[in-house]
């Protein structure tokens, strides 16, 4: 008898007893394997400690580079190679996959996979002809180091998002002041330096000697010249101190028309290039970065910049911004628009996140409509490439502004919307709401937009073509990516493990070419392929079921799988998924320990 809320298992894969050892029994309703509870998981596991490779324990990269280590003392990486190789242990395969693909391998003597581009005396080999060929298609950094110095020493002019702001009013004295102080202040030092110079030079010149040129320093210190600031501040005279910046280049205004296209959601951590570029193979149209922070883009953050990079397989790719007022969202468009390659810039109005909720941002900005169309203007303004929002149905059950938003933001000259159909407040404990998104299409007519909400199979995506424009896919793609080739197809794919285990070896590979193939890369892998099996254990293949579709709401009850690699991947203990990481990645450290960072129920109710 199957319960309610339970997928339909063939009887003969059902477990009625546990006749596996505890800690190989596939446990679906217990992602982390933590024993029964009464509180409610959701939300992310704060607490959690990931695994992080010490900072002695990693050769020094001048040493890798074969050159003397600049840092010297402040330096704690170790600059020791011998005593390096023999904590580095064996190595984990035959061929380097940076080496095989690039020709060469940056990380040398550090690579888990080295021994065959290191030459007698440990020097790292290049094959001069393959690098040249494939540089092309190497995924380059996002920013450069000149444009990324600029930007933490705020010596970036933001041209357009000035002048937009200027003529509607918008409050940005305090952009300026910072500006201003920094022209001042870099002003009253060559004054005060030219000053000081032509003081000594008279000082010898006259044979008074030292002690009146420290006078007449004393003094030029006690009186500085100071520019009269409020001429400075006057309508028009920026010219002189916009000279100073670097001012950021415009490209030709582009159109994007994405009626039909399935769209891969951009998810934070799982949403990786690596798990992009798998997704692409499996039929994804679209693709979008994970979720990056304004202020941090603008402070020139390599880490967050890093999560705009775009793989050269990914055609039409946008990257997702998160922020809480027009001035931060209109000049990081406009930065984007000048230095990266991106076919769209998405902002984020529907992430739940506390974090990003507390500081006015994500689903925040559901309940302040007039600042929202107020940030989506400027941001249209501002930058060539077209821009788009994504965003829930609205904070909570009793406030749903939607709709309403829809009806405001077609106006600001957006290329697409997409609408989650649930509230802040419900996270995926619901069912998604179809029919509010076919409410929000016809108030966002003209304008494309996509729904998103429990999409798992053709029928699914069918379903939802006679309400939206196209769909976009997130928890059903991490369960199953290749949903894309499913709806393509219109059928049900029947994947089994040996397939399942080559796509977990192709994720392996992009990994180590994303990440590096040093222990630090290679755990990095690790640890974002155990955050994907978090999702990919919930997949029942179709062979075990008796009741097609799967639906993303149902819970199985315990089963096995057709073969023991099967049993395992339908496992949802962590340290099963360990063990399964271990096959393609090597022996885990004796302290490892995974828990995964989303804790919110795997099913809705």
């Not at 394997?33 to 704060?46: L, V």
């Not at 920094?182 to 004054?191: C, G, H, I, M, N």
């Not at 500085?224 to 001429?231: L, M």
């Not at 159109?255 to 769209?263: A, C, E, N, V």
């Amino acid at each position: 008898m199957v319960r309610a809320g339970e997928a339909h298992i063939k009887e003969e894969f059902l477990i009625e007893k546990p006749i596996l050892p505890a800690e190989s029994l596939p446990d679906p309703r217990n992602a982390q394997n933590s024993g029964p509870s009464t509180k409610r998981k959701k939300g992310q596991n704060k607490k959690r400690r990931a695994y992080q490779q010490p900072a002695s324990q990693m050769l020094c990269q001048f040493l890798i580079k074969d050159s003397e280590c600049l840092l010297k003392e402040r330096c704690k990486k170790s600059h020791d190679k011998q005593e390096f190789l023999s904590r580095k242990g064996p190595d984990l395969g035959d061929e380097c996959v940076n080496f095989k693909l690039y020709g060469v391998c940056n990380y040398g003597i550090a690579c888990r996979f080295g021994s065959n581009h290191l030459d007698k005396d440990l020097s790292n080999i290049m094959d001069v002809e393959l690098n040249e060929k494939m540089k092309i298609y190497e995924v380059k950094r996002t920013l450069q180091k000149e444009i990324q110095s600029k930007l933490r020493s705020k010596h970036v002019w933001f041209k357009r998002s000035y002048q937009y702001f200027e003529e509607n009013g918008i409050d940005f004295s305090n952009e300026l002041q910072n500006h201003l102080s920094k022209f001042l202040t870099k002003r009253q030092k060559t004054v005060e330096s030219d000053r000081i110079l032509k003081t000594e030079n008279n000082s010898i010149v006259n044979g008074n000697g030292t002690d009146n040129a420290s006078l007449n320093r004393k003094e030029s210190n006690s009186t500085p010249e100071k520019e009269d600031v409020h001429k400075l501040t006057a309508k028009g005279v920026y010219d002189e101190i916009k000279d100073e910046y670097y001012c950021l280049k415009t490209k030709s205004k582009r159109t994007l028309d994405l009626r039909g296209k399935l769209f891969l959601s951009p998810l934070t951590t799982v949403g990786n290039l690596p798990f992009r570029r798998i997704c692409k193979e499996y039929g994804a149209d679209i693709t979008c970065g994970e979720m990056a922070l304004c202020e941090e883009l603008v402070q020139g953050q390599m880490s967050e910049w890093a999560l705009l990079k775009r793989h050269h397989t990914e055609d039409v790719f946008g990257v997702q911004i998160c922020g809480n007022n027009p001035v931060m969202t209109a000049k990081t468009c406009e930065l984007i628009n000048s230095e990266c390659d991106v076919d769209f810039i998405d902002l984020n109005v529907g992430c739940p996140i506390d974090l990003v909720f507390n500081r006015g941002a994500g689903s925040a900005l559901m309940d302040r409509a007039s600042k929202l169309e107020q940030m989506l203007t400027a941001m249209v303004q501002v930058s060539d490439i077209p821009v788009s929002v994504k965003m829930r149905m609205g904070t909570c059950e009793s406030k749903l502004t939607g709709i309403g938003l829809c009806e405001r933001l077609k106006k600001t000259g957006i290329s697409h919307i997409t609408v989650h159909g649930r509230t802040r407040q419900q996270r995926y404990t619901r069912l998604a709401d179809w029919e509010y998104i076919r409410k929000c299409k016809e108030a966002a007519d003209p304008v494309t937009l996509f729904g998103n909400g429990d999409i798992l199979s053709y029928e699914d995506y069918n379903m939802s073509q006679t309400f939206t424009d196209s769909v976009m896919i997130g928890r059903g793609a991490l369960i199953k990516p290749w949903i894309f080739s499913e709806i393509k197809e219109q059928k049900h794919m029947d994947v089994s493990s040996t397939e399942r285990v080559e796509m977990l070896k192709k994720f392996t590979r992009y990994g180590l070419e994303h990440w590096g193939t040093d222990t630090s890369g290679v755990e990095k892998t690790r640890r974002f392929m155990l955050e994907w099996m978090s999702f990919l254990y919930r997949y029942i293949p179709v062979g075990v079921l008796e009741v097609l579709p799967q639906k993303i709401n149902e819970r199985p009850p315990y089963y096995h799988g057709r073969d023991e690699t099967e049993t395992l991947m339908c496992s949802g203990n962590c340290e099963d998924w360990v063990k399964l990481s271990e096959l393609l990645l090597g022996k885990v450290p004796d302290d490892y320990n995974f828990i995964p960072k989303h804790a919110a129920n795997s099913y809705s109710k």
